[in-house]
């Protein structure tokens, strides 16, 4: 893949643009190896084969910085100088996302929607979140500094909607703070829906606004149907996915006779999850607000397997030592950084890695994801 932006050196992103994808796959799989290394039994592994993306078109979700003027905004990232620099026409965003995109640069003019300006610290639009379901819908949140703008983005609105058919969800957050956050803890409802449909498997996955979902969609139903296949293979009465945002490996691990528990601290990703499973009939799944490692540690019954799909920082010291002396047969574990990847497997000698893949959720870039297949020693699959 070619970019014009990363040939003219104005977004240097995707670090390894131009570089021929096969060879991007092949060296995802050789650091993960040289990164895991002997660590909990991988040397021993099986290692399957990478799971491959398209080169292009293939992220879901664009977070595009506001800068520029109220005029003439321009949607993408800062430079070096923390001026805008437009990426409109970003290879790697889905069709639907850049086609939208010029609508709502001119939705920016018609509301007077002033960029925020970082060195100044004036203006209001930080950000515009953009996501695209598997069905065409969009779902736009505006992260503003505060709620001046509110009034005239409600009041302009159904031009933009208009504009854009497919918008069926629009939100407003609230970062009133000058930080590296991209988003603050107050959101703000501006349309009937509530949600879009993220359909994987068979499987509708509500996404909502500050919601969590993978931004590979064909990687994230492929990583589902892996984790469905070792979950069946290791036949468990009980699972637990740990880290499940809107619960796409608990509902994939479900099947008759199997109670399943996904745990998450966001009750809208729970919500989310409480109505997919509702929607697909599916009575054995559960879903609970908690902090996944407070929630184990108190525990009174232990699962069979556990799904973790932690942040990059990992699973951590408490919640590897309480998989150590959990009565878990069998540990599904999908991260986003190898090197936590890594650092957990040293943190748990009592299982072996009997199978590991890379999934490549962010070509053209030197992320990817990795699952790993552990099993506690002695136990037998």
Known sequence: MQCSYFDAGVCRSCEFMGQPYEAQLAGKVSTARAVLGETSGADVAEWLPPAAS??????????LVVGGTVDAPTLGILDERQRGVDLRECGIHAPGLRAAVPAIAEFIGQARLTPYDVPGRTGELKHALLTEAPSGALMLRFVLRSTESVSRIRKHLPSLRAALPRLEVVSVN??????????GPEEQLLTEADSIGMRVGGLDLHLRPGGFFQT?????EGMYA??????????PASVWDLYCGVGGFALHAAAPG????GVETSEQAVLSARRTAAEAGLADVEFAALDATAFAETAAEHPELVIVNPPR?????RLTTWLVASTVRTIVYSSCNVHSLERDL??????????VR??????????????????RRGAGL
Request: net charge negative.
């Open 174 to 183: 609230l970062q009133p703070e000058h930080k590296a956050v991209l988003e």
């Open 313 to 317: 920082r990992g699973l951590g010291e």
């Open 258 to 261: 199997r109670a399943v528990l």
């Open 216 to 220: 590979n969609t064909a990687i994230a």
């Open 54 to 63: 398209r080169e292009d078109d293939f992220r879901n979700k664009a977070k």
């Open 346 to 355: 040293r943190a748990l000698p009592g299982f072996v890695a009997r199978r």
């Open 358 to 375: 890379v999934f490549d959720m962010f070509p053209q870039t030197a992320h990817s994801e990795v699952m790993v297949l552990l099993e």
């Open 226 to 235: 892996q984790a469905r296949e070792w979950v069946e293979e290791a036949t």
